[in-house]
């Protein structure tokens, strides 16, 4: 495998791509605010002529996001699509032509940040409370601020003593805020499974998100995308699974394993064996 080669910013090799997947959190904004040298990045790749698709695993409906990102500072109308994980679970929830989405009953325990219910909405869900009154479990959010992990383990327990499967539609374990990393579903998903129980998860890095994005960017041959985000273990390897090229940001949410002074290539090599994954270009932020 040949070795990811270093750069200071997108510029050393946007020219070899036609297509780019950016993930959101910590790689465009933080959650509060606009990523200035993002903003320059997005700017003189469109002025380049190229094709932009935003891909996050936040298990919001993709126009919540677009709104999102337009009160950000964002011009929405420089991305050819945005594609969430919330949007692509949605839609496998509508249509139910898949396991295990066909057999996973009307009854739902929504896990949701802010009260969103535009998650379930127009599917026919009846929405419970109890573990003991559910079809199955759809975690799309945690609550802000989210309780400790161990807080959610025996209602988790009552879940898995009645077999109940759990949809995860944001796969992150962890999000960066403002600076700060805090709990995102995904770990609660792992703390789940660590008890026995049954999760499906759409989102990186799982094949249906870069199919949407492969879509969004029709005419374009894998060889002509590449994905920018700040994990490892989900863009990355994502990326490395749907067969399109990779550029990892250490200054996201591994910031902490990357001090400034030190080399970037010891800490990439380890994170890289730990996840599996092998990314083409490694830069320390999104910029050009």
């Known amino acids: 495998m040949e070795a990811p080669r270093f750069v200071d910013g997108i510029r050393s090799f946007a020219d070899r791509y036609q297509g780019f997947v950016l993930d959101q959190w910590g790689v465009i904004h933080d959650g509060h605010r606009a990523l200035p040298a993002a903003l320059s990045a997005i700017a003189e790749l469109k002025r380049r002529g190229k094709r932009l698709v935003l891909l996050s695993n936040s298990g919001r409906r993709a126009e919540l996001n677009r709104r999102r990102l337009a009160a950000l500072g964002f ?28 057999a996973l009953g009307r009854r739902c325990l929504l896990l949701t940040i802010g009260g969103d219910l535009g998650v379930v909405e127009g599917l026919g869900l009846e929405l419970v409370e109890a573990p003991e009154e559910a079809d199955f479990l759809f975690a799309t959010g945690l609550e802000a601020p ?18 109940l499967p759990m949809l995860c539609s944001n796969p992150d374990r962890v999000a960066p805020v403002a ?16 008890l026995g129980g049954s999760v ?14 492969l879509d969004a960017l029709q005419g374009l041959g894998r060889e002509e995308v590449v994905a920018i985000g700040d994990s490892m273990e989900h863009d990355v390897k994502g990326a490395n699974d749907a067969g399109i090229a990779s550029c990892f940001l250490t200054a996201g949410i591994h910031a902490a394993e990357f001090p400034p002074e030190a080399p970037l290539e010891p800490g990439v090599t380890r994170l890289a064996e730990r996840h599996g994954a092998r990314p083409d270009w490694v830069a320390r932020r999104f910029a050009w």
């Open 146 to 163: 989210p309780r400790p992990l161990d807080a959610y383990r025996p209602f988790l327990e009552r879940a898995r003593a009645r077999g």
């Open 179 to 194: 600076g700060e990393l805090v709990l995102a579903p995904g770990s609660l998903a792992a703390v789940y499974e660590d």
């Open 75 to 102: 011009d929405v109308a420089m991305f050819d699509a945005v594609v969430t994980s919330g949007e692509i679970a949605w839609r496998r929830l509508r249509d139910r032509a898949e396991a295990p989405f066909r």
């Open 200 to 213: 499906r998860y759409v989102g990186k890095p799982h094949p249906a998100v870069y199919a949407a994005c």
